[in-house]
């Protein structure tokens, strides 16, 4: 009766995406990584970009990290983008090109949780296996009452058992992207639209009143603050001007990508001493101090579970400065366009 019931309304309502109704499963592996953390609209056009740029897994593995981060440009957490570019490999090089079609073997690739699993074997395979996303944790929370913290390996359990209970078997890829969409489309975080819902007589928080309670959350994260002064450091030489980048190293948030030299620190340095600071830091790193230097203003800067807050400095060398720090090395504008670089210092770079 409930598949039945929401299979009539996904016939009606459900959204037409061009990741549906197709069963090969490296372009639906392309479309669950883009679209984590990400809106549809936003994740379309990066999900069209890959598909025409990589049509075959094969294409993807032979890309180079770097161009694989450019095409990831603007997208945010650039683990994804290198977590698919080693399993496209692992899938190229070692599986002969054929993507794995067991669950079990699908979760073992990098970067592809319970969730990404669930919907390549349903949607690719029609596997039994409950996608759960936040769509689905809200709208089954309030549809059966379930209080458990959602988020959690403990919550994921119970919500799938439910789910394997209910779904049906015979299209668990059409059960999965119906549950996907009523969550997104009619039971919203928001004002769900209960009043016109085929499921109001027999759910939990509608009786209850319990809509805006449910679904339970964590404790939030607390926000960790950055501050990150960059160096945009130029100098010319007898065939154009050079600029210093900086490529970021593992272990830290924007890893492989580029950016300018730079002071962190985990406090703001204060506005009055800030140029002297800035120029020693310069001076001890570049081997002189710049001929003249110029502090921008600060640019906010949200990450999930941080805050950047950053500074940009432009510092101007008569020539080729002595040395620079670890991990730089001078380009000219043109190799500093093609570089895969994060949103901030495209904002910065986007507003000279
Ligand atoms: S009645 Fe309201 S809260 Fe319950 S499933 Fe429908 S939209 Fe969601």
């Excluded at 039994?128 to 209080?147: C, K, Q, T």
């Amino acid at each position: 009766m409930f598949s039945e019931k929401l299979f009539r309304w996904y016939a009606d309502y459900g959204r037409r995406l061009p990741w549906r109704g197709i069963d090969n499963p490296y372009y639906i592996w392309l479309s669950e990584i883009i679209l984590q953390q990400t809106r549809i609209e936003q994740g379309r056009a990066y999900y069209e970009h890959f598909v025409a740029t990589y049509p075959t897994v094969e294409d993807l593995a032979k890309a180079s990290e770097e161009q694989v981060l450019k095409s990831w440009q603007g997208l945010g957490y650039y683990s994804r983008a290198r977590n698919l570019h080693t399993a496209a490999r692992h899938v190229a090089f070692d599986l002969g090109g054929r993507f794995p079609d067991r669950y079990e073997d699908i979760l073992a690739l990098k970067g592809v949780g319970r969730y990404t699993a669930a919907a390549i074997a349903s949607f690719a395979f029609r596997l039994p296996y409950p996608v759960i996303d936040g769509n689905v944790y809200r709208f089954v929370s309030r549809l059966y009452g379930i209080f458990t913290p959602i988020g959690t390996d403990k919550a994921y359990d119970e919500f799938e058992r439910l789910l394997l209970n209910v779904m049906d078997y015979r299209r668990p890829d059409i059960f999965n992207q119906a549950m996907m969409d009523f969550g997104s489309l009619c039971c919203k975080p928001v004002s769900p639209d209960c009043a016109d819902c085929i499921f109001r007589q027999e759910c939990f928080a509608h009786k209850e009143g319990k809509v805006e309670v449910l679904p339970v959350k964590q404790a939030p994260v607390i926000i960790q603050e950055r501050y990150l002064y960059y160096m945009d450091i130029r100098w010319h030489e007898s065939d154009g001007e050079r600029l210093l980048v900086h490529q970021r190293q593992a272990g830290d948030i924007w890893q492989g990508l580029y950016e300018f030299p730079l002071l962190e620190t985990t406090s703001p340095i204060k506005e009055d001493c800030l140029a002297e600071r800035l120029r020693e830091f310069l001076a001890e790193s570049m081997g002189c101090p710049p001929e003249s230097l110029m502090v921008g203003s600060r640019l906010r800067h949200q990450l999930t579970h941080r805050t950047i807050i950053a500074q940009f400095v432009g510092a101007n060398y008569t020539s080729r400065p002595p040395k620079w720090p670890d991990n730089c090395r001078p380009v000219s504008w043109e190799e500093m366009k093609s570089l895969p670089i994060s949103r901030l210092i495209d904002r910065y770079l986007s507003k000279m």
